[in-house]
């Protein structure tokens, strides 16, 4: 079960174990790990960089699944920027194809958006 640390009790009732306020419990055996205070602390790091809670965390730990780290949270507005960019790039192939050939204007815009592309990365991640 995932619990908020947050001391408002609604925390509760947004956890996905919680339908209505009563609990849906789907998983009936507890285990007890008794961790040291560097453990604890390297648990707690692990998981709220990967943005998940404890239990899941060690869960998937325990199936032998790689977690990463949770993607950055300007990552979809990169991505859509990113996007717009190949969008850009892939009108220019598309006359560059039906002519047969490229014009140096063409050759510029094309470096113009992929040196745009390398500084935005770079900026935003």
């Known amino acids: 079960m995932c619990i908020s640390a947050s001391p ?9 174990d919680f339908i209505g306020g009563i609990p849906i419990r789907k998983r009936n055996n507890r285990v007890v790990v008794h961790l040291n205070d560097a453990e604890l602390s390297k648990l707690e790091q692990d998981s709220a960089t990967a943005g998940m809670c404890r239990e899941k965390y060690i869960r998937l730990a325990l199936m032998g699944i790689t977690i990463h780290p949770r993607p950055p949270d300007n990552y979809g507005k990169v991505l859509q920027q990113l ?3 190949g969008n850009n790039l892939n009108q220019i192939a598309h006359v ?17 958006i992929l040196e745009k592309t390398w500084d935005y990365v770079e900026d935003t991640l």
Request: hydrophobic share 40%; proline share 3%; glycine share 4%.
């Open 83 to 85: 996007s717009a960019y």
């Open 96 to 112: 560059v194809n039906a002519t047969g050939r490229a014009t140096a204007e063409q050759l510029d815009t094309a470096l113009q």
């Open 8 to 16: 408002n009790r609604d925390a509760l009732f947004l956890c996905p």
